[in-house]
């Protein structure tokens, strides 16, 4: 009868981020995700994924700029198994709700007009372990807040919530960063009065991951059409690739739920004028 290994695991910190890994009895491996260290651990008959993330307090007189730096709680689970296989999947997929988001100042669109904002956000990391997806395990690159969105609290959902500047050029974008994900949003205004919002909701969970040449991560572009004068919006996501990115664009992961039709969705913060 074979006894469990107990040796000390040995680490190995690595430097590719997606794709197959293969490990032996005791073996440790380690990486880094933005904000979030992982690592992995194969014994004979489980595997361990521990995870932390190192958080930062913003200065005070520039948004969205960092100053001091604290760690999160040491989070460990263990996935138990007959026996464990050498291989471990890592694939990075967006989140499993609903974003809202939240650019640092208001914005207004005007009756008739359209502007496509690029929204940057954190991926969520899949480990599909003994290499299948029987044994998963879903972890944020970077923690997000909940919130909800809706116009009361018997109607909405619950989402989570990410600040960002919505930058409206692509060439405005950061260099290539395996914990985040640019999304393209269009947002047309066809209604006869102008729209004022300091928060919106997107559907990442219905949208595509794709990955350029450079690493960088790219969403499906996600349209917004507003046609009447209240907070709805016609949401669609939108087939293929997005038109960005230094290269051509290959797909990495799959949408979580269904993307197939244009739905009518609460989209924007009720601040209308």
């Known amino acids: 009868m074979t006894s469990e290994m107990t040796t000390e695991s040995t680490a190995t910190t690595e430097e590719a981020h997606w794709g197959a890994f293969y490990f032996d009895v005791g073996q440790k491996r380690q990486w880094e ?12 008959y489980e595997w361990q994924v521990t995870y932390w993330h190192r958080f930062y307090q913003p ?14 709680k040491v989070q460990t689970q263990r996935h138990l198994f007959s026996q464990t296989s050498s291989q471990v999947n890592l694939v990075p997929c967006l989140p499993d709700r609903s974003v809202v988001i939240r650019p640092v100042t208001p914005c207004t669109i005007h009756s008739g007009e359209g502007i496509t904002l690029y929204i940057g956000s954190p991926i969520w990391l899949q480990l599909h372990l003994n290499g299948n997806s029987k044994g998963s395990q879903d972890i944020p690159a ?27 050029e692509a060439t405005a974008l950061q260099e290539a960063d395996s914990s985040r994900v640019i999304t393209p ?9 102008e729209l004022t919002f300091d ?19 790219f969403s499906q572009q996600i349209q917004l059409i507003r046609y ?3 907070q709805m919006a016609q949401v669609k996501v939108v087939a293929g690739a997005p038109a960005v990115g230094a290269d051509s664009l290959s797909l990495v992961n799959g949408p979580r739920k269904s993307n197939d039709k244009p739905v009518l969705l609460r989209a924007f913060s009720a601040i209308f004028r």
């Open 33 to 44: 995700f933005g904000a979030m260290h992982l690592e992995v651990t194969r014994q004979l």
């Open 59 to 72: 200065l005070q007189k520039v948004p969205l700029r960092f100053d001091a730096q604290w760690q999160s």
């Open 142 to 168: 970077h923690p997000l807040s909940d919130t909800w969105f809706g116009p009361d609290t018997r109607n909405g959902e619950l989402c989570y919530l990410v600040r960002t500047r919505a930058r409206t």
């Open 185 to 193: 949003v269009r947002i047309e205004n066809m209604a006869e009065k």
């Open 199 to 217: 928060r919106f909701c997107i559907p990442l969970p219905m949208a595509s991951l794709y990955q350029d040449n450079s690493g960088s991560l």
């Open 228 to 230: 009447d004068d209240d």
